[in-house]
């Protein structure tokens, strides 16, 4: 094998170092580091301009999970209510729900998309449901209007996992214009981050003045009024965010084009296929995904790793044997889930702007290579 440089799965974007000495600087200069600066305002107004519809509000929060919790908090739900959820996820998905005093219940997800099955959700919802918590997975969008349906007809809150679809549109409007709520992550594995940070979108007329309170201890005027936490996002924090702002477009702009030359590179391999996407929706930012029957993606996924290429292959199940809820079982609507058989089959390959067309084309003729041998076996 030649020596070459490690190609990760992911790189964080960094900042001018110049540009974001003087954010630094305007929030040492007032003394206020924390507690909604100005700096946290402006992230604020900014990410809103293009991740909020008419009517909705943008409040920015300590991390990805904590979007998650707040978000569901938000719903005013029972104690100890069950929320559906998909098993194909990160665990932060699943854990928000638990941290919530909230009991996870799984539903079986769609074969294409990999997203949550409305119709599993259907069969999931009990006298003790209070909320659906779907998952973007990978980016793709659920199917929103068909678990909005559900919501709707059984009085349920709806807050999507959007961690994966930053920047994701979906018929023209911003992914978090669904839903009475989602949560966005902004930590440094994502397309813009802050270090650690997120964000929870409200939905229109939800009250965002309730959000703004329970991520500060559920304070108003200085007095507790209901349920909070420290929740909150540093000046600091808010400084990364900015400095990265305006490099974001061409950061964006890497990843369309790295996931133009993968999928030409990649093309009529018919062992290889990508996740399906949403009818009217955008490509997403976050990875790129392919799906392979399980034997082969160990086999790509040890080679790619041999040559000094760090895939990932996501994502384990978050129910079943070895798990947290060993014996919670998937809720489907088919002979049997579709969750265990399809999770195994996806491997993301490295997916941000410093895979050069060079590490590009590497990468996609080991995949042909191993696809190849496998035929040929």
Request: some cysteine; aromatic content about 4%.
């Amino acid at each position: 094998m030649l020596e070459t440089d490690v190609v990760t799965i992911g790189v964080p974007m960094l900042p001018d170092p110049a540009r974001l000495s003087a954010l630094m600087a305007e929030a040492t200069s007032t003394g206020w580091l924390a507690n909604g600066g100005a700096l946290h305002s402006r992230l604020e107004r900014a990410l809103a301009s293009d991740n909020c519809g008419p009517g909705q509000s943008l409040a920015l929060v300590s991390s990805g999970t904590m979007a998650l919790m707040l978000a569901l908090r938000l719903g005013n739900l029972p104690e100890g209510s069950e929320i559906i959820t998909s098993p194909l996820s990160f665990a932060a998905t699943v854990q928000a729900i638990a941290w919530c005093g909230f009991r996870p219940v799984f539903a079986d997800v769609e074969p294409d998309t990999l997203t949550l099955c409305p119709r599993a959700v259907e069969a999931a919802v009990t006298r003790r449901t209070a909320a659906i918590l779907p998952v973007h997975f990978l980016g793709v969008p659920c199917d929103v209007a068909g678990l909005a349906q559900v919501a709707r007809q059984h009085g349920l809150w709806l807050v999507h996992d959007a961690v994966h679809a930053f920047g994701v549109t979906l018929h023209g409007r911003p992914i978090a214009a669904f839903g009475d709520a989602s949560a966005f992550s902004l930590h440094a594995t994502k397309v813009l981050h802050t270090g650690e940070g997120g964000f929870v979108v409200t939905g229109e007329g939800k009250a965002p003045e309730r959000l703004r309170r329970l991520r500060n201890f559920g304070l108003e005027a200085g007095r507790m009024t209901g349920p909070g936490i420290n929740g909150k996002l540093s000046e600091m924090q808010a400084a990364m965010g900015l400095a990265l702002l305006p490099d974001l477009p061409a950061e964006i702009a890497a990843r369309h084009a790295l996931r133009a030359r993968y999928d030409a590179a990649l093309a009529g391999l018919p062992a290889i296929r990508v996740p399906e996407g949403r009818a009217g929706a955008s490509p997403a930012l976050t990875t790129y995904a392919l799906r392979m029957d399980a034997g082969l993606r160990a086999r790509l996924h040890w080679t790619l790793a041999e040559d000094r290429v760090l895939a990932r292959d996501h994502f384990p199940l978050l129910c079943g044997p070895g798990t947290v809820w060993p014996d919670a079982p998937i809720v489907t609507t088919t002979p049997a889930p579709v969750a265990p058989l399809v999770g195994p089959e996806v491997l993301c390959l490295p997916f941000h702007g410093r895979v050069s067309d060079k590490d590009a084309d590497r990468i996609a003729a080991i995949v042909r290579r191993v696809v190849d041998e496998e035929e040929r076996a």
